[in-house]
């Protein structure tokens, strides 16, 4: 698997945890981040129980737009990283064009998408570029890049919250 801009890591060591992972890269480009990363997982895996596994995480400093895996992976994870990135859409056909083994699955999660009126103000709150797309413009980025069973919904909405954005799509 692939933790495609790993921030400090928390969703790597969640999927290493995984009695079916058999490994993850999580990847950054942010070197500040890759260092929190190794050292929050220096202090999860000794915490662990002794009959809790984890499958061994790589963190690696590297632009997700560009970078390459050694090996075509099952599962490729935007954890709050698509929007960033300066193409998604160019982004999204790389990941499916040289990341994934056929069968394989992306999932994003997004909180900036056009549904979502709290997200409209971050971009300038935090000078950063964001792309806030529409539910129906991800679900057909989804598509264009040649990826299957497109499926898309909000998780934890509450109250003005319109929830997190859930697209996911397999490679054919």
């Known amino acids: 698997a692939v933790?495609?801009?790993?921030?400090?890591?928390?969703?790597?060591?969640?999927?290493?945890?995984?009695?079916?992972?058999?490994?993850?890269t999580a990847v950054d480009g942010a070197a500040l981040m890759i260092e929190k990363a190794g050292q929050s997982h220096e202090r999860d895996v000794a915490g662990l129980a002794a009959d809790q596994g984890m499958a061994s995480i790589e963190y690696r400093v590297a632009d997700v737009e560009t970078w390459f895996p050694e090996e075509a992976v099952?599962?490729?994870?935007?954890?709050?990283?698509?929007y960033l990135l300066?193409?998604?859409e160019?982004?999204?056909?790389?990941?499916?064009?040289?990341?994934?083994?056929?069968?394989?699955?992306?999932?994003?999660?997004?909180?900036?998408?056009?549904?979502?009126?709290?997200?409209?103000?971050?971009?300038?709150?935090?000078?950063?570029?964001?792309?806030?797309?529409?539910?129906?413009?991800?679900?057909?980025?989804?598509?264009?890049?040649?990826?299957?069973?497109v499926q898309i919904w909000r998780a934890k909405a509450a109250g003005p919250w319109q929830g997190t954005l859930i697209v996911t799509g397999t490679k054919a």
């Open 3 to 24: 933790d495609a801009g790993c921030g400090n890591g928390w969703a790597a060591r969640l999927m290493a945890q995984h009695e079916l992972c058999e490994g993850v």
């Open 74 to 82: 099952d599962v490729a994870l935007f954890g709050e990283t698509l």
């Open 86 to 88: 300066e193409d998604p």
């Open 90 to 149: 160019g982004s999204l056909q790389h990941v499916v064009n040289a990341w994934l083994k056929p069968g394989g699955r992306v999932v994003a999660s997004l909180d900036c998408y056009r549904e979502n009126k709290l997200s409209h103000t971050w971009e300038e709150d935090l000078g950063v570029q964001m792309h806030c797309y529409g539910e129906g413009d991800w679900q057909d980025m989804f598509k264009a890049a040649g990826l299957t069973d």
